[in-house]
C-alpha cells in the first residue's frame, strides 16, 4: 500500500504539535521516525492510520484522501488494510492469545484457525495460544501484538514504540519477528522509535522536527 502525507499539521490550540510533514511510502518499503519526545511521532502515525485529525494537509492511502471518509469508513478501511502495533500491547486479558490474535479477522466476519496458528509459530509463539495475556512476559505480548496486526494481511502496518518496553534481547526478537512478517507478507511499515538499533533495520530513517520531517 502506498501512503502520502502531505503538509500535514496538528496542534491542540495554540500549540503546534508539528507542521508541513510530508513523507511517501511506496508498497513493501520499511521506514522508520526518529526524533525528540514530544515532537508528534505517535500522534503522527494516529493520523496516518486516520485514529486522530490533523488541522492542515492531508493522508492518502492507495490514493484514498483519508479526510474524505466519515469515522465509519476510516475504520472499515484500517480493518480491511492496517495493522496496528501499539507500545503498550493492547491485548484483552478476558481473551486467550489465539483470541486475542484472531481478533482482526473476526472483525471481518472471518473465521481461520489455521492462519492464527501460522501467525502464532511465526513469532516464536507456538503451543501458548491457549494461555491467557497475565501468563506472558514483555516480549512474548508484543509478539502476540505483532501477530494479531499482521494475521488479516494488512498492505500497511503501522508500529509505535514496539520495542520501548522490552530489554535489547527481548527487542531484537521483537524486531525480527516484526521485520521478517511484514516483509513476508509485502506490507509497508512504518516504525515510530527511540531505538537506534530498531531504527538501522529500516530502508529509510526520517526525523521528524517541530519544523517538519527531514531524512
Not at 26 to 44: C, D, Y
Not at 105 to 124: E, K, N, P, T, Y
Not at 129 to 143: D, F, I, K, V, Y
Request: a neutral charge.
Amino acid at each position: 500500500m502506498s501512503l502520502v502525507v502531505s503538509a500535514l499539521g496538528k496542534r491542540y490550540g495554540e500549540l503546534v504539535v508539528f507542521d508541513n510533514v510530508s513523507l511517501e511510502v511506496t508498497r513493501g518499503e520499511f521506514v522508520a521516525i526518529v526524533g525528540e519526545s514530544g515532537v508528534g511521532k505517535s500522534t503522527l502515525l494516529n493520523c496516518m492510520a486516520g485514529l486522530d485529525t490533523w488541522d492542515g494537509g492531508s493522508v492518502q492511502l492507495d490514493g484514498v484522501d483519508l479526510s474524505t471518509l466519515n469515522a465509519d469508513q476510516r475504520a472499515l478501511l484500517r480493518r480491511r488494510k492496517v495493522g496496528f502495533v501499539f507500545q503498550a500491547f493492547h491485548v484483552l486479558p478476558h481473551l486467550d492469545v489465539a483470541q486475542n490474535v484472531a481478533l482482526p479477522l473476526m472483525l471481518l466476519g472471518q473465521h481461520d484457525d489455521a492462519r492464527v496458528q501460522q501467525m502464532l509459530d511465526a513469532v516464536g509463539l507456538h503451543g501458548l495460544g491457549a494461555r491467557l495475556p497475565q501468563e506472558l512476559s514483555g516480549g512474548q505480548l508484543q509478539r502476540v501484538a505483532i501477530a494479531r496486526a499482521l494475521v488479516h494481511r494488512p498492505a500497511l502496518l503501522l508500529a509505535d514504540e514496539p520495542t520501548g518496553n522490552l530489554d535489547p534481547t527481548t527487542a531484537t526478537r521483537v524486531m525480527d519477528a516484526l521485520v521478517a512478517q511484514t516483509r513476508e507478507h509485502g506490507a509497508s511499515l512504518v516504525l515510530v522509535t527511540h531505538s537506534v538499533a530498531a531504527a538501522t533495520r529500516a530502508d529509510r530513517v526520517l526525523h521528524l522536527g517541530s519544523k517538519g520531517i527531514a531524512t
